[in-house]
């Protein structure tokens, strides 16, 4: 099994602790412990108090899968909910086990990596339809229709997208769904930024609600800001996947951390809260960031992101986008992320507007130009 460098992880991780400006994040502002800590009733706090570190159940804890139905898929239940060490864990997880070689997938790009290195790593063949700029970056269902094969497996997608911030309608993802029902695909969903954003059309719904053949990918990461937690699941109605998928994760990390768990309880019974904070913050900054680039017309042009924290910039001077990061972090600290980092052939770049300090670092970026 060859493994591809992780663009984007790597980049991160030459830059994350080093830039104090990241203007390319793409989780919303994190919380304290101690402000989560503060958030719980009598019964968690009690749960909290009395912890043992011990290993916890590989399906992730009861309670925690009941209220992750309860709050994010209220026509699911904790028996449809599989957690993981975070996102990536579910997203390893899931399609190492859809995947087989001889296969197909269909994989809307550009995109986060794994999403199409995972199903490759397992010799299975991939069809990365563009999502385009002239079309909003929207979903073209003619395209992924027309790359339907014989052995065609699974389609993924994520909505809302990174890195466009662009969304999915409730009727785009109803005839996917069809299309997916016809052919007896299975439909990845990739769901991570659910709830974070205003989208102008509303939220479509969640995939595993409409179709007992999606695979739906969320995570305490990005919306609710604690992607230190390392908490994300895959909710799905077919349970006898969701247990083959289970021993996947005994190879992975076995069970999450169990104090984990009991922060994320907590966070999703405060669910609005946390939300809310997190969205006002996400809208005023998408607000500055929108007047911004009307601002520097010469220079910058985006379809304006509709949800997630994650907006793609077109860059319309003469520099290599790459030399032009590589400067705007060198000399002023501030951190974009070139569109090569998802193999995109453009002078795109990723801008994040999800964290409290984004207007100081548009200032610094300001000072830059
Ligand atoms: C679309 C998408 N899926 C999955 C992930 C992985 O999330 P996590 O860090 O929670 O594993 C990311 C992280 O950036 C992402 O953008």
């Given at each position: 099994?060859?493994?591809s ?5 790597e ?21 304290s412990?101690?402000?989560?800590i503060n ?5 968690e706090?009690?749960l909290?108090?009395?912890?043992k570190?011990?290993y ?7 309670m925690l ?6 709050s994010?898929?209220?026509t699911l239940n ?8 975070g996102a ?12 087989e070689?001889?296969d197909?997938?269909i ?7 794994s ?8 010799g299975a ?20 229709k027309?790359?339907i094969k ?6 993924a997608i ?6 466009t ?10 005839d996917l ?11 990845f969903?990739d ?7 205003t ?5 479509a719904q969640?995939?595993a ?6 695979l ?5 990461s ?8 390392r ?5 799905c ?8 998928i ?11 951390s169990a104090p ?12 609005d809260k946390?939300?809310?904070r997190?969205n006002?913050?996400?809208?005023e ?12 017309q ?6 304006k ?6 907006g793609f ?8 986008i790459?030399n032009f ?7 002023k600290?501030v ?6 980092i998802?193999n995109?052939?453009?002078s ?13 670092a ?6 830059f130009l």
């Amino acid at each position: 099994m060859s493994v591809s460098v992780f663009k984007l992880e790597e980049y991160l991780s030459k830059y994350e602790f080093c830039a104090p400006y990241l203007l390319c994040c793409s989780d919303a502002e994190s919380f304290s412990m101690q402000e989560i800590i503060n958030m719980a009733e009598l019964n968690e706090k009690s749960l909290w108090d009395n912890l043992k570190l011990s290993y916890t159940e590989a399906t992730g804890l009861p309670m925690l899968r009941e209220e992750i139905a309860k709050s994010l898929y209220p026509t699911l239940n904790a028996s449809n909910i599989l957690c993981f060490a975070g996102a990536e864990d579910g997203i390893f997880c899931a399609l190492h086990t859809i995947a087989e070689p001889g296969d197909h997938f269909i994989v809307l790009t550009p995109c986060y990596q794994s999403l199409y290195e995972i199903p490759k790593m397992k010799g299975a063949q991939i069809t990365e339809v563009a999502l385009r700029e002239e079309n909003n970056w929207r979903i073209d269902l003619g395209e992924i229709k027309n790359a339907i094969k014989q052995n065609t497996k699974c389609i993924a997608i994520n909505f809302p997208h990174n890195p466009t911030g662009q969304v999915i309608s409730q009727q785009e993802l109803k005839d996917l769904v069809a299309l997916c029902a016809v052919h007896d695909l299975w439909l990845f969903s990739d769901e991570v930024y659910r709830l974070l954003g205003t989208p102008d059309e509303g939220w479509a719904q969640p995939a595993a609600e409409i179709y007992t053949k999606a695979l739906l990918l969320g995570v305490m990461s990005k919306a609710f800001g604690m992607a230190g937690l390392r908490v994300g699941w895959i909710a799905c109605h077919n349970k006898e996947l969701l247990k083959k998928i289970e021993q996947m994760k005994h190879y992975t990390s076995i069970c999450n951390s169990a104090p984990a768990e009991i922060i994320s309880l907590i966070a999703l019974k405060n669910r609005d809260k946390i939300l809310f904070r997190n969205n006002k913050i996400v809208t005023e900054n998408l607000k500055l960031l929108d007047v911004f680039i009307k601002e520097h017309q010469n220079l910058f042009e985006w379809v304006k992101p509709q949800g997630g924290c994650v907006g793609f910039v077109k860059y319309k001077g003469h520099e290599a986008i790459e030399n032009f990061c590589e400067k705007l972090v060198r000399e002023k600290g501030v951190l974009l992320m070139p569109a090569s980092i998802y193999n995109h052939e453009s002078s795109h770049f990723r801008v994040g507007f999800g964290r409290k300090n984004m207007p100081e670092a548009l200032e610094k970026f300001k000072e830059f130009l």
